[in-house]
């Protein structure tokens, strides 16, 4: 099945989706169907590990949307594993450099291209060998993001950007500032200066971001900013957002 996740970036689209951290199916399935039509899967700061990373994928699916893993790391055992397990748009944090941007795009890439270990006639990701010609198109359906989050990550920027196989920056904003000691202080000056090196560079190069919505940074400026994917709610903060509403109009109501 083709990425079409991939295909709408690519194509200049500008995306907007959701974060799934409960790790429910259920919940996954309810986000697709209530509008949100891209959904990350946090393995990085939610409740799921890789391992149930499957059901969350095929529930998203299921329900018509795409679905991005975000891994919690960007070892070769971990990336391999999502792979194998039908991951076709994998977000890794951290990447703060040319050198682990290889180390990960390697890590995804069969031979000759990369060391990723073949198995490719019993995975989920090749329909457990039904998909014939899975290995020849594997890497034309991935879709790779590195996290531009570390100041690090914003000098080296351009070549983690010319790697071959990222084919996205996604820029995470919090952790940013809090590498040069302004963590939570996005509307700093220092952190916007930040920012605006990466969009910057991200049009020179010709390049796609990423990134949160968050502050004064919402979805249209955000577009505007050159941002083609945009993330926003998760199901966590919408849950207890609507209960606390609830608790409140109860309290009204009883006195």
Same mark, same amino acid.
């Given at each position: 099945?083709?990425?079409?996740?991939?295909?709408?970036?690519?194509?200049?689209?500008?995306? #907007?989706?959701?974060?799934?951290?409960?790790?429910?199916?259920?919940?996954?399935?309810?986000?697709?169907?209530?509008?949100?039509?891209?959904?990350?899967?946090? #393995?990085?700061?939610? #409740?799921?590990?890789?391992?149930?990373?499957?059901? @969350?994928?095929?529930?998203?699916?299921?329900?018509?949307?795409?679905?991005?893993?975000?891994?919690?790391?960007?070892?070769?055992?971990?990336?391999?594993?999502?792979?194998?397990?039908?991951?076709?748009?994998?977000?890794?944090?951290?990447?703060?450099?040319?050198?682990?941007?290889?180390?990960?795009?390697?890590? #995804?890439?069969?031979?000759? %291209?990369?060391?990723?270990?073949?198995?490719?006639?019993?995975?989920?990701?090749?329909?457990?060998?039904?998909?014939?010609?899975?290995?020849?198109?594997?890497?034309?359906?991935l879709f790779l993001m590195a996290q531009i989050e570390h100041v690090s990550a914003v000098a080296d920027f351009e070549a983690i950007?010319?790697?071959?196989?990222?084919?996205?920056?996604?820029?995470?904003?919090?952790? %940013?500032?809090?590498?040069?000691? %302004?963590?939570?202080? %996005?509307?700093?000056?220092?952190?916007?200066?930040?920012?605006?090196?990466?969009?910057?560079?991200?049009?020179?190069?010709?390049? @796609?971001?990423?990134?949160?919505?968050?502050?004064?940074?919402?979805?249209?400026?955000l577009e505007k900013l050159g941002y083609r994917l945009i993330l926003g709610p998760n199901d966590i903060s919408l849950l207890t957002a609507?209960?606390?509403?609830?608790?409140?109009?109860?309290?009204?109501?009883?006195?």
């Amino acid at each position: 099945m083709a990425n079409r996740l991939k295909a709408r970036l690519t194509a200049g689209e500008t995306v #907007c989706g959701a974060w799934l951290e409960f790790g429910s199916p259920e919940v996954a399935e309810a986000m697709v169907r209530a509008g949100w039509d891209v959904i990350v899967v946090d #393995c990085e700061h939610g #409740c799921a590990g890789v391992e149930a990373a499957t059901g @969350l994928i095929r529930a998203v699916e299921g329900a018509g949307g795409e679905a991005i893993l975000r891994v919690p790391s960007g070892d070769d055992a971990t990336l391999k594993r999502a792979l194998d397990r039908g991951a076709r748009s994998i977000m890794v944090p951290m990447v703060n450099d040319a050198a682990t941007a290889r180390q990960v795009a390697t890590a #995804c890439l069969y031979p000759p %291209l990369g060391r990723r270990g073949y198995a490719a006639p019993i995975v989920r990701a090749s329909g457990f060998g039904a998909v014939a010609d899975y290995r020849a198109n594997a890497h034309d359906d991935l879709f790779l993001m590195a996290q531009i989050e570390h100041v690090s990550a914003v000098a080296d920027f351009e070549a983690i950007m010319a790697t071959p196989g990222v084919d996205m920056g996604f820029v995470g904003p919090n952790d %940013l500032a809090g590498s040069i000691g %302004l963590l939570e202080r %996005l509307d700093h000056a220092d952190v916007l200066a930040q920012l605006g090196r990466i969009e910057a560079a991200a049009r020179a190069q010709g390049k @796609l971001i990423g990134t949160i919505t968050g502050q004064e940074r919402g979805w249209k400026a955000l577009e505007k900013l050159g941002y083609r994917l945009i993330l926003g709610p998760n199901d966590i903060s919408l849950l207890t957002a609507a209960a606390r509403a609830a608790a409140a109009e109860r309290d009204r109501e009883m006195g």
